[in-house]
């Protein structure tokens, strides 16, 4: 039986890592090239979130009967289907049909400030990433 030498690396060893290693290097490098447009995808879906919310809550408006109660983190209104209550909760925006359900909305708030004047909705959010975001809604735009 012939006996192989075991004192060391040999200089192919040492070549054959240095290989897989620098291909390594460059998997790692293009990787976080591509990590860079990714990121700003996923930070826009904050944007599709608030749109999607904004969407919903146009929706909601469209057949008030009777604005009740506004605070600044609460906006209370009546429509065919009951009183329907959009309200800050914790870190999120919900919304409560007459008196009970717990449906999320916009999730991540920081702080949110609703306000009326006239037929339109004011609605000022922070949210936790210090992103701010505010939007005025028609009140009643479609009633019959």
Known sequence: ????????????ESIVHLLIFTMLIQ???????????IEKVYQGDLLGEWELFSLELQE???EVT???????????????????????YDKMLRKVV????????LMNVKSSKFTVKDSELK???????GMRKER????????K
């Open 1 to 12: 039986m012939k006996q192989l030498n075991e004192k060391g690396y040999s200089l192919v």
């Open 27 to 37: 998997f790692a490098i293009l990787f976080f090239y591509w990590q860079a447009p």
């Open 60 to 62: 909601l408006l469209e």
């Open 66 to 88: 009777g604005v009740e109660e506004v605070k600044p983190t609460l906006f209370t209104f009546q429509t065919k289907r009951g009183r329907i209550t959009i309200q800050q």
């Open 98 to 105: 007459n008196g009970t359900g717990h449906v999320p909305l």
């Open 123 to 129: 609605l000022a959010v922070e949210m936790k990433d």
């Open 136 to 143: 005025t809604f028609a009140i009643g735009l479609y009633q």
